[in-house]
């Protein structure tokens, strides 16, 4: 906790833990270990495929075009 947000919550001491219900401050629980962990891992894999197989991406672009022209008319 830094000094500024100290001088603006006096009720506040210095050996508050985050755990500590503090009146006045409504934080939720950070959730989504795992489904967070897929994300960044799908998220990371499509930027490794990216740079080392770049034609699936031309396809993938190429298919949702053809689809999205399919559409139209």
Do not use: C, N, W
């Amino acid at each position: 906790m830094t000094q500024h947000v100290r001088d603006k919550e006096p009720e506040t001491t210095a050996g508050t833990s985050a755990g500590i219900d503090v009146p006045g401050r409504d934080v939720t629980p950070r959730r989504g270990g795992l489904p967070e962990l897929l994300g960044l891992t799908l998220v990371a894999g499509a930027g490794v495929l990216f740079v080392v197989r770049p034609e699936f991406y031309e396809a993938g672009v190429h298919v949702f075009a053809t689809r999205a022209a399919s559409l139209v008319h």
